[in-house]
């Protein structure tokens, strides 16, 4: 994986991290319990997926950086 790669998956991560957190906050008052439940299921859910990138996008990124100290293979 580059460097590219990785930071985009770091970048993902990070949006989804704050866009589904602004989501919770601003579910507005006065729905269902079901309406509430479903939200909470899909916030948890995308913010393990973003959990998930951020880690694979970090390992990437050192994994790269050990490459690129290495120098040249031959």
Known sequence: MTRGIAAFLLVVAAFMIFEWINLGFNL???HKRSFYVVHGI???VNLLVALAL??????GWRAAGRREEAGPRG
């Open 28 to 30: 507005a008052p006065g």
């Open 42 to 44: 899909l916030i948890g």
């Open 54 to 59: 951020g880690v694979v996008g970090l390992r």
